[in-house]
């Protein structure tokens, strides 16, 4: 069956915005543009089902990246949703129309970049351990008391975890300073983790930010930082 | 998933990637089909990727 796949939406103007879109989407079909009242929406004809590999998921950031521009940032949707046609994408677009204007304020001259902290090996405490182990003990206790016990370790882990977590995303907006406009951070979970955060960033600022980043990288010992972007502003939609 | 190996950074890239396109990203309306197969696949890879994450880290690289 052939639906479409829907990218990102967009202000309906300027119609300029799609002009930089690859001209090919995920599969090979053409992007192009429905619109509704006041947004947009990119939209490529697929076969389903669809596939989410890796090849397809670059070709949908790609599609969206490109929408991009100093003026425009897009409302990045969540791979994998499919309409029956122009009108079911516009009716659905048109339902929350409010939601995406406000989104597309908000973005408008900013991307998202990420940051994942990790500790290092030989660093003091691994509070993402300390919660694995915490949580191994809630599910191995039987008796009464001590799956009681194990339930408020386990808390008391994520208390911790959370705490270190905040201290790390203030400790981190406050060197990043004004060029920031919103974080969001939450636990990094794999060994070493700490955190992920994401920051939306206006393009005039992204030198500066990076320069923060790279200060933040040399100065907090003991961590190691993993920064990406710009992105599509995927982790502030919500 | 018939792919070639990926590089760490080709790794590294994939798993920013798929932790926001497929976890993140905006849902337009709630009576949307999303239909995604091979999902379970991405995600094998995922932790695969976060171990080379740390093999790059201490190889200096990041």
Redesign the interface.
Known sequence: VTQLLAYCILPAQPPATTAAAPAAGVGGAPVRTVTAGELACLVSAIDTPLHADAPALRAYNAVIAAAMDRHVTPVPLRFGQLFADDAAVATAITEAAGRWLELLRRFAGRAEYGVRVFRSAAAEADTARDVHAAAANVGSARAGTAYMAALAQRSAAEARRRAALERLAADILLRAGETVAEARAEPLDSEHGVATLAHLVAWEHAADYHAAMQRARDEMTGLRFLCTGPWPPYSFVA | ?A?VP?SPEDE???V??????????????GD????????D??YLGL?IV??S??TM??RGH?
């Open positions: 998933m792919e990926l590294l890239s994939l920013e990637l798929v932790n926001r396109v497929l976890d993140r990203g905006a849902v337009i309306s949307v089909v999303i239909s995604v197969a091979g999902v696949l991405v932790s976060v171990s994450v740390e880290r201490e990041v």
